[in-house]
């Protein structure tokens, strides 16, 4: 038996013809082979196939989109996310940047200790240590002190993981992962929550940087996040007390059933969340003598609520884009003389976000990971090759810059910490003349392709004119991109640079894929 047609479509898709015809007449041996052998499947990437990346549409600068100066017109400038989204108003002082793997896991284990009501925790996994199972015990205690509690009795745990890496052991194999994964990280306690990019495991508390936001008694904000995720969980597989799983009573099994039947009621259940905090957050903020609708932002200061809040979600498979259609909207609209500083540690960005950046007017300052901080190095077989592989995504990404001359404007940095990986994301925009950022992008999200098309994302929008939570902000950048070195031609003419031909032949499906 020959490869089968769709690993020869996903192969057509991605390559020239001769290539492809390469990698198929390869495949067609590898499938003869294992027929031959009676044994499983070497590839098995065909019943995991998405449509490739579309040519991305093009998006028209609005009028007037050069920039706000100064924080005078602020959320004028950036009102039109409520378009798109529910805003939540809070008080800059309840915000605070954790920067620290320990900071973050020790936060969380004070906070499910004081929980009354509420305990949400959505993340891609949890791992199997002892840290982790500390975790597992204080929400265990905190369960067994609000039932002899009469103060607290009705505290409820939710805990929402993804199916395939969350019960992945060493034994199996990870490609089953990459149709896309549940990639939301969302800690939630009482009406207070952190936002991130860390998964519920030891490297995550302990060597693994990433960012990390706590919104402290903010209850409409974390009122909608309990809320979104109680949507995905009512949409997903119910884990039960003997380790199997069923689905809520009426609704479409996601592999079982008709796949276009689960998108469509499961798209109905979340927007329904988005929606509705919307439309209540619009009529909140409306002003009395206006039948405007939309985000007023006169008495912005007033009480201290001098921040905004825009959660941004991303579940294309689903049929739900609104983070995307809003970043496109933000590289889009950030003009001359502003400067972006974003980051991620799989620098994969999908062919729209690479147009807005190579062609806008401001200045973007990029950090990734470098190869001995990526996650996969010293990986075991094909997942070994993967940091090559962004060796050899950051290098045309860099050729590009320079054949286009926008060295001056556009620069690549790599982050370096012996001992350490790197798994931070978002970006900080800083507007003409500021010396701190006025907003921030932190989630889950890594600007790739995976988490445009494939996974199911969340992250948040902070917008202020807090002048002690912009230094907060601008301290977290600085102290990122110190352990940084730029990138330049000679950055990859270093030996542990060389990327082998069969690594760059392959990159085109790694960058769809992980």
């Not at 969350?166 to 939630?188: A, C, P, W």
């Not at 974390?222 to 995720?229: C, G, K, P, R």
Request: glycine fraction near 8%; hydrophobic fraction near 40%.
């Amino acid at each position: 038996m020959a490869a089968p047609m769709s690993w020869r479509r996903l192969v057509y898709s991605v390559y020239p013809p001769a290539i492809a015809g390469v990698f198929t007449r390869i495949s067609d041996r590898i499938f003869r082979a294992r027929d031959r052998r009676g044994g499983s499947s070497v590839l098995l990437l065909a019943p995991l196939l998405a449509e490739a990346d579309p040519a991305p549409r093009r998006v028209s600068r609005p009028a007037g989109s050069a920039g706000a100066q100064g924080t005078e017109g602020l959320f004028s400038h950036f009102r039109w996310m409520a378009e798109h989204v529910p805003a939540f108003r809070v008080p800059g002082t309840h915000i605070h940047i954790l920067t620290s793997p320990d900071q973050f896991y020790q936060t969380m284990k004070a906070r499910i200790k004081t929980a009354k009501r509420r305990v949400v925790m959505a993340s891609l996994y949890l791992g199997t240590g002892q840290l982790e199972q500390e975790l597992v015990d204080c929400m265990e205690d905190a369960l067994l002190r609000s039932q002899d509690n009469s103060d607290s009795p009705d505290l409820k745990v939710s805990v929402l993981l993804d199916y395939t890496r969350g019960s992945r052991d060493e034994g199996l194999s990870r490609f089953n992962e990459t149709i896309g994964v549940q990639h939301i990280k969302v800690y939630l306690f009482d009406d207070s929550i952190i936002i991130s990019g860390a998964n519920l495991s030891d490297s995550y508390f302990t060597n693994r940087q990433d960012r990390y936001v706590l919104l402290e008694n903010c209850g409409e904000l974390a009122d909608f996040f309990a809320d979104l995720v109680e949507a995905v969980g009512d949409v997903s597989l119910q884990l039960q007390p003997d380790d199997s799983v069923t689905m809520l009573e009426g609704m479409v099994h996601p592999y079982k059933g008709n796949r276009q039947d689960f998108s469509t009621a499961a798209r109905k259940r979340i927007m329904e969340v988005v929606n509705t905090a919307q439309m209540r957050q619009q009529l909140a903020n409306r002003p009395e003598d206006s039948e405007d609708e939309g985000l007023s932002d006169g008495g912005l200061s007033d009480g201290g609520e001098d921040t905004w809040v825009f959660p941004l979600v991303q579940m294309k498979p689903l049929g739900i884009q609104v983070d995307e259609q809003v970043t496109q909207r933000l590289l889009t609209d950030a003009g001359p003389n502003s400067t972006v500083f974003l980051t991620s540690g799989y620098f994969n960005l999908t062919r729209a976000y690479m147009r807005l950046v190579l062609g806008a007017g401001a200045g973007y300052r990029i950090l990734t990971a470098s190869p001995e901080v990526n996650g996969f190095f010293g990986a075991k077989g094909v997942a070994g090759a993967i940091p090559a592989a962004y060796v050899h995504i950051a290098r045309q990404f860099y050729n590009q810059v320079c054949s286009l001359g926008q060295q001056e404007r556009i620069h690549l940095h790599e982050y370096h910490r012996p001992e350490w990986t790197f798994h931070a994301k978002g970006l900080w925009y800083y507007l003409q003349g500021k010396d701190r950022p006025c907003l921030t992008l932190i989630g889950s999200p890594n600007f790739g392709y995976r988490s445009v098309h494939r996974d199911l994302e969340a992250q948040i929008a902070i917008v202020t004119e807090n002048k002690a939570l912009q230094s907060q902000l601008q301290e977290e950048q600085e102290r990122l991109y110190q352990r940084s070195t730029e990138v330049s031609s000679s950055t990859f003419e270093q030996p542990d640079r060389h990327v082998k031909l069969w690594v760059k032949l392959v990159t085109p499906l790694i960058k769809n894929f992980f």
